[in-house]
């Protein structure tokens, strides 16, 4: 899919009225003027190559709600076209591969949860300038991807359906709340979920916890973060063991009755962006890759789509976030391929085979 950019109206308002000229003041007025219009992110010695590449292929896992809206802030400040083509990590991953061995690479950029799973020859070790400023545990000591926004991984809740009161302190409590048994809900790839589990309590005890869980709640196992987010807050279940958090705080503030419930451990994962080793437009890819780490790019994700930046100094949405999150055991998590295939094993056996 490809975006058409958008001419952004002037405003009128902010025009300066000044009734004596000082050419000083004047220069300093119009080289201010100049610098605000520079976004922070761009690289004046690759811009020239990239607008002579014309366009970038951007593969992202994001929803085109989203992702259109913040590639179109590239595509103003750049002139370069964006073709944005969205699809579940699988899919993606697959056709990734697929390209690598018929020699037709078309992607230049991923921006997915599953970058750290492609094959490092085929992403490039670059570190963009703005890597420096995102949250130490973001950056890949391997320079082939960074980290764009965090993923936390808690319970959610239907506010109308369970009462403050009820709300379990630790994942042990939900072995007390028998009347959930067939009502609540998991998502059937979250296997760094459990992992963080085993970390927390330690693997055997970790294991035994879930299998508990199990036999007391006998949890259904469906498919898609997002619907099933959707699901709680319509109220077909009251609670799910664990969800992306920026999905819940995303329908609370639409009005939904819904929340999400930290408990320890909080499982953190991230969002990336990689680029291409062999990317058909290296030097709008590597603009483009610059662009996803910077404060603009970061706010707009935030204020959108709820998602968490890895700045520091981009605010969270809502504020609160951070905090409520950040005051438990947070773990961070990024498998590899072949560790997701054997952790998605385990928990298969643990939810599904039953």
Avoid: C
Wanted: net charge negative; glycine share 6%; hydrophobic share 40%.
């Amino acid at each position: 899919m490809a975006i058409t950019a958008a001419n952004m109206p002037s405003n009128p308002g902010e025009s300066m009225k000044v009734n004596i000229w000082i050419p000083a003041l004047a220069a300093l007025t119009f080289a201010t003027a100049a610098q605000a219009q520079t976004p922070s992110w761009m690289i004046s010695e690759l811009l020239p190559a990239a607008k002579a590449e014309g366009q970038l292929t951007v593969y992202s896992s994001t929803n085109e709600q989203e992702g259109l809206p913040l590639w179109r802030l590239y595509e103003d400040a750049t002139g370069v076209k964006v073709n944005y083509v969205r699809n579940a990590e699988g899919p993606m991953l697959a056709k990734i591969a697929l390209e690598a061995r018929t020699g037709q690479q078309s992607w230049d950029v991923q921006n997915a949860g599953s970058v750290n799973q492609i094959p490092s020859a085929l992403t490039l070790d670059w570190e963009p300038p703005l890597a420096k400023e995102i949250m130490p545990e973001a950056r890949d000591p391997g320079h082939r991807w960074y980290g764009v926004y965090a993923g936390y991984n808690a319970p959610q809740y239907n506010t109308n359906l369970v009462r403050q009161d009820e709300l379990p302190k630790s994942y042990e409590d939900f072995l007390t709340h028998k009347e959930w048994a067939g009502k609540t809900v998991i998502e059937a790839t979250d296997r760094e979920w459990m992992e963080a589990i085993f970390q927390f309590y330690g693997r055997d005890k970790g294991r035994k916890l879930l299998e508990d869980i199990v036999r007391t709640l006998s949890p259904i196992v469906l498919d898609g973060h997002f619907a099933m987010a959707r699901q709680i807050a319509a109220g077909e279940y009251p609670v799910m063991l664990t969800d992306y958090t920026m999905l819940t705080t995303n329908l609370k503030q639409q009005g939904a009755p819904t929340d999400f419930l930290p408990l320890d451990p909080v499982s953190v994962w991230f969002g990336m962006v990689g680029v291409n080793k062999n990317a058909p437009h290296p030097n709008a890819a590597k603009l483009a890759e610059n662009f996803l780490l910077s404060r603009e790019a970061q706010a707009q994700s935030s204020q959108q789509g709820g998602r968490v930046p890895t700045r520091p100094d981009v605010p969270s949405n809502p504020l609160d976030v951070r905090a409520r999150l950040g005051a438990k055991k947070l773990i961070f998590l990024q498998l590899s391929a072949e560790q997701a295939k054997a952790s998605q094993k385990i928990f298969d056996e643990i939810f599904r085979n039953r």
